[in-house]
């Protein structure tokens, strides 16, 4: 009977850990949600930044101007 009480035991405190484990993965998870929109934000924000860096870099080696007709020569 010890055996068997002892084994029920650890089944106890292994489900219960299982259960608590599951709990702080269904935490993170719904902390997660608010990261993947502000990250999502940051992306979006870099891309708009490297477009104007790129339409900056267009213009300064004269490619834009040269096709806007905006240079005479």
């Known amino acids: 009977m010890d055996n068997k009480d002892r084994q029920e035991m650890e089944n106890k405190a292994f489900n219960e850990m299982r259960r608590a484990g599951k709990n702080l993965e269904e935490n993170r998870q719904r902390k997660d949600v608010g990261t993947q929109n502000s990250?999502?934000?940051?992306?979006?924000?870099?891309?708009?930044?490297l477009i104007f860096i790129l339409i900056y870099w267009l213009f300064a080696i004269g490619t834009f101007g040269d096709l806007a007709n905006w240079f005479n020569g």
């Open 39 to 49: 990250n999502r934000l940051w992306v979006w924000l870099g891309v708009l930044v």
